[in-house]
């Protein structure tokens, strides 16, 4: 399994931006996909996270911080999933990671914990 983010970028406060992760070698439908984000310095913390079934995205979760400005959506023939992060804020900067955790059955988790499998990092920079 391998896992390619791609989209981040600089970005004016108050901008948008789309973080796509690629899973090749992988069904969406069998567990779930998390977004982290690793400011410097600081660990890494869940931002979002969706949840497979054989239907499409069982589930959505969504860091506190996020959850009013952010959605995920996904193509499972493809294997991308996709965040969009709106209104963005300083405190959105950091290298955001997407990962998987390969078999899970109902709800997704921000835990980063929980997780098995991870991608390289994108940089995102929000500027004032």
């Known amino acids: 399994v391998q896992l390619v983010e791609y989209g981040g970028g600089l970005v004016q406060a108050g901008g948008s931006l789309t973080l796509t992760c690629r899973a090749s070698e992988y069904d969406l439908e069998d567990g779930a996909l998390g977004w982290f984000r690793q400011a410097p310095g600081e660990e890494r913390v869940g931002v979002a996270c969706m949840s497979g079934a054989d239907t499409g995205i069982f589930d959505r979760r969504f860091e506190d911080s996020v959850k009013d400005r952010a959605s995920i959506s996904a193509d499972f023939a493809k294997g991308v999933a996709a965040v969009v992060l709106n209104d963005l804020k300083f405190t959105d900067t950091g290298v955001y990671y997407c990962?998987?955790?390969?078999?899970?059955?109902?709800?997704?988790?921000?835990?980063?914990?929980?997780?098995?499998?991870w991608g390289q990092g994108t940089q995102v920079t929000v500027s004032p």
């Open positions: 990962s998987i955790e390969e078999r899970r059955i109902g709800n997704c988790d921000v835990d980063r914990t929980f997780y098995d499998l």
